[in-house]
């Protein structure tokens, strides 16, 4: 290992479980999908070849062609402009709620993992109680208590999903803090934050951004989900959920109408879940040299 | 000379589910400007709790702990933060001493972040940071390697340079080369041994390799099970040792000579763990020499010659 | 001579991806029965590699026997098949391990784990193999009584008698100890490392002790054979090795050690580190941190030279006589 620094070549751990990383094929070829996914959502308006909320009675119900290529709904919309469209608030949703429950769950994980003791039991019982109560029936009566709609759609799924990566934080700072170099830390006169910060934080972060990419396809499902049962994105705004469950009455008839935003759903899960499973591996520390 | 460290009765327990752990129980000893006493001992015996409790890593019980005659036994807050500056440790596993996501520059600067020594010139500051790694003997190349391109060896004197940043006059050692190849302890031996010699430096060397701790300390505590049993010089102690756990410790030594046969005192019995310790003397159950009394009474250090003390109910 | 086993230019290599680990290089051995030999070396000179080689044990991947031969009681063991190596491991060639904390099954009693390596060889019944268990581990100073507890309620000293048990149940020929007092205090070695002694004398075993620690060698072994970088660079007596001293990395090491007789004021440490094994120098290994090497220790690797009877060195320029 040494080698290679010697020959001028950066190396950290970041830079060797990118080079892990590059190896997994399948997992390489998950990072395209979602990316090609984001430069989609970002580039929708460009993309598309509609707009999502043109209604184009003369065209309803097409099925895919070559004017539409996976065909049109009940208001004459086109569904790949409406699912391009649709995948903005699916990643929106996904990467903010995820990004809000990891820093108000790793910051309970860390502090509940550093000082234990009484802080510990406070907060982690407090924690027993939010995962007593299944994440998803969670979601569904916190976004049903706040009014639907984007914002209070990702704070109901970041706070069903906050137990979950306190935990995961909890546990590594309880073994990082055995460490002597937290000990190290400590006689070098830094302080409690400083300690949290630099010197657990970044140690522990292998860890949430395992459980961050798993999460995060979670997050998207439970969005749709709640989409689905009108407790999400509110029409005419495209959302895979709510296409799907304005889409399933006509279930028998016009099957694409279900079967596409279906299927980005699930490229999108498997694809987060297959590059989840590739960090896991590229980040372990175990499977080194 | 003149007395830098003077630690007073000091008690660290510990509750555990099965009782009271004694990990050290009433020792007292005071430690010379310039030079190293070193704690020798078994697993168990207390000998990096004691080094933890002087350093501030854990609060003591009970006792006292003077540095440069000031008691600082219960400071906090800042004047501990100050306190950081003259006592500084050195740990035993080169492996997780050093945070593994920081580079060799970053771990050794931090401490001057901290206390703001150079107050924000980042250019004397990289200049101190070259500077305490040559000392060390580190090469400037690896100033941005990570930890794990390091063998144990470079790892130790990191840790090393770390603890030399704020320029102590105290430091700790736990174990420094315990976990190091013979021919890799020998030279961070002589380095230690060079640094005490340019900066005066007061090391408290803790240890469990005997012909370690004789060649690089002036002073040495025998531990047992949290006490100390006996206490002399260095060369003292090799010549003649008064109690029946240092008879048999040294007697244990392997000696790397052919053909030496060494009449060996084996010890009955295993190290057992001070929780809720029967009263009497701790090594008693083990002792081949134990009397009722040794049972019942737990011995005091007594001064047999001078400045030789031991803890024994057969002198 | 009689010997009990004999390895001739094993090679050992780890490869991966990026690199080839030379993990032992043409290593020969010779080891007559009843005798015990110290396999001395720092971390990654390839002690234990070497062990895991005679077991058959060498992981794969990564790991490759390349070349070489190693013949116990007239048989290659590299060249027989999987089924026989297991019959002869365990019940004529057995291993300590240097972990007594790890090497035992928690979830077992240290009786039945006694029994079960009994009954793996032997054709004994459940009772019989309890009742040798029991032998075994009163043989190791342990009460028949603790037969039935958990190795959580043993002390490493004590964990590491029933590893010791284990290894010697099926009365093996050729016992290899790899590092086996290293995790214990010095009172509790002093006490394994007599047993130890104790049991090779009343059972005839040859054993393959590999330490670090010169001492424990001087305390138990006939032979000495000090490894380097995966090579065997001195091999002789006991007393060949400790007072006529002649490889130069040999002496390093003695100098490394501090002396508890004699109160010097500096060791003399070997300079450098070990060499990478994935990239070794050309010619003698040794010879970046040699004190007296020579344009020829660049380019060639030395072989093994005769210094006295049974007293090898691989070494172009060895001095004879004493410790540096």
Redesign the interface.
């Known amino acids: ?6 020959k001028g070549v950066k ?3 970041w830079y060797d479980a990118w080079h892990r990383l590059k190896k997994n094929k399948s997992a390489m070829f998950a990072l395209i999908i979602l990316a090609a996914m984001i430069v989609c959502a970002i580039f929708a308006d460009y993309i598309s070849p509609y707009p999502y909320d043109l209604q184009d009675y003369s065209h309803t119900f097409e099925f895919p062609g070559e004017q539409h290529l996976l065909g049109t709904d009940n208001f004459g919309r086109d569904i790949l402009s409406r699912i391009i469209y649709g995948s903005r608030i699916s990643l929106l949703v996904g990467f903010s709620s995820i990004i809000a429950a990891i820093i108000f769950g790793g910051l309970l994980g860390a502090i509940s993992g550093y000082y234990g003791g009484k802080t510990d039991n406070i907060l982690m019982r407090a924690m027993d109680i939010l995962m007593a109560i299944p994440g998803m029936l969670l979601a569904i009566s916190l976004a049903a208590a706040l009014k639907p709609g984007l914002i209070n759609l990702v704070i109901a799924i970041a706070i069903a999903d906050i137990p979950g990566y306190a935990r995961v934080v909890r546990a590594s700072v309880l073994t990082i803090k055995e ?3 937290i ?9 409690d934050l ?1 300690i949290i910060l630099k ?1 657990i934080i ?2 522990c972060l292998a860890p949430i951004i395992v459980q961050a990419t798993l999460g995060m396809a979670g997050a998207i499902l439970s969005a749709s989900a709640l989409s689905f049962l009108g407790l999400g994105i509110q029409p005419p705004t495209p959302e895979w959920g709510s296409m799907l469950s304005s889409a399933r009455q006509y279930i028998r008839t016009y099957w694409h109408m279900t079967t596409f935003p279906g299927v980005a759903i699930m490229i999108t899960i498997f694809a987060l879940n297959v590059l989840g499973d590739g960090l896991r591996d590229a980040l372990d520390p175990r499977l080194k ?1 | 000379m003149s007395e830098l460290l003077r630690v007073e009765n000091l008690k660290k327990y510990f509750k555990t589910p099965k009782g009271l752990l004694h990990a050290v129980d009433d020792v007292s000893f005071s430690i010379e400007k310039g030079e190293t006493l070193g704690v020798v001992g078994e697993s168990g015996c207390g000998k990096s709790t004691l080094g ?1 409790c002087i ?1 501030h ?1 854990l609060e003591p019980t009970d006792g006292k702990v003077f540095f440069e005659g000031e008691n600082i036994t219960n400071i906090s807050g800042a004047r ?2 100050e306190s ?2 003259d006592m ?2 050195i ?3 080169p492996f ?6 920081m580079t060799v520059k970053s771990i050794i600067e ?2 001057m972040v ?2 703001k020594i150079h107050n924000g010139d980042k250019a004397k500051q990289g200049k101190a940071v070259l500077e305490i790694m040559e000392t060390v003997g580190l090469a400037e ?1 690896l100033a941005d ?2 930890p ?4 144990g060896g470079r790892r130790q004197r990191i ?1 090393i340079a ?2 030399l ?2 320029e102590p006059k105290f430091i700790v050692c736990d174990e420094p080369v315990s976990a190091l190849d013979v021919s890799i302890q020998a030279q961070i031996l002589n380095l230690m041994q060079d640094l005490q010699e340019q900066r005066g430096l007061t090391y408290i060397f803790i240890t469990h390799d005997l012909s370690v701790v004789k060649h690089i300390s002036d002073n040495i505590c025998v531990m047992y099970l949290g006490t100390l049993v006996e206490k002399c010089t260095s060369d003292k102690l090799f010549e003649k040792q008064f109690h029946p756990y240092t008879q048999a410790l040294l007697s244990a030594i392997p000696i790397a000579k052919a053909n030496i046969k060494r009449e060996r005192i084996l010890l009955k019995g295993e190290i057992t763990s001070p929780i809720n310790p029967a009263p009497g003397c701790r090594f008693a159950p083990r002792c081949l020499y134990a009397k009722t009394e040794c049972f019942n009474r737990q011995p005091e250090l007594k001064e047999l010659e001078p400045g030789h003390f031991v803890a024994c109910h057969l002198y | 001579m009689d010997n009990i086993i004999e390895i001739k230019n094993l090679t050992i290599q780890y490869k ?1 991806d990026e690199r080839t680990v030379e993990a032992v290089n043409r290593l020969n051995l010779t080891l007559a029965r009843g005798e015990s030999l110290g396999l001395v070396g720092e971390t990654g000179a390839g002690k234990t590699t070497t062990a895991l080689g005679i077991m058959g044990l060498i992981p794969n991947p990564p790991g490759i026997v390349t070349e070489g031969e190693i013949i116990f009681e007239g048989e290659d063991l590299l060249k027989i098949n999987k089924h026989k190596l297991r019959a002869v491991r365990g019940k004529k060639i057995s291993m300590i391990f240097q972990d007594p904390m790890t090497s035992l099954n928690p979830v077992a009693t240290v009786g039945d784990q006694i029994a079960e390596s009994i009954r793996i060889h032997e054709k004994l019944s459940r009772a019989d193999a309890t009742i040798k268990a029991k032998e075994m581990l009163e043989l190791v100073g342990i009460p028949g009584e603790r037969y039935a507890e958990y190795p959580h309620q043993f002390s490493g000293g004590m964990k590491q008698r029933v590893i010791i048990a284990i290894a010697l149940s099926c009365n093996p020929k050729l016992l290899l100890a790899d590092e086996p007092t290293t995790a214990l205090d010095v009172t509790i070695q002093a006490q394994v490392l007599d047993l130890i002694a104790k049991l090779k004398k009343e059972q005839n075993t040859s054993m393959i002790l590999i330490t670090h620690d010169l001492g424990v060698v001087a305390e138990v072994c006939d032979k000495v054979a000090i490894m380097y970088a995966g090579e065997i660079v001195e091999y002789g007596s006991l007393t060949q090795i400790y007072d006529n001293t002649c490889h130069p990395y040999t002496k390093g090491l003695f100098g490394s050690i501090p002396d508890l007789e004699s109160k010097a004021d500096r060791l003399n440490p070997i300079p450098g580190l070990m060499p ?1 094994p ?2 070794l120098p050309k010619g003698c290994s040794f010879e970046p941190r040699c004190t007296c090497s020579c344009e020829k220790c660049k380019s060639n690797n030395p072989h093994m030279v005769e210094v006295e009877a049974g007293h090898f060195v691989k070494c172009f320029n060895y001095v004879k006589g004493g410790n540096a």
């Open positions: 290992m040494s080698k290679r620094n010697e190396s950290s751990f460490q002597e170099y000990e190290a830390a400590q006689c070098i006169g830094a302080s400083r010197h970044p140690n040299n | 933890r350093i890593l501990l933060k950081r500056k500084q440790m740990f035993q596993d997780s001493s050093i945070n593994p996501r931090e401490p901290i206390h190349r390697s990570y794990h391109e390091l063998d840790g770390r603890a940043a704020l | 991966t990478d994935a990239n």
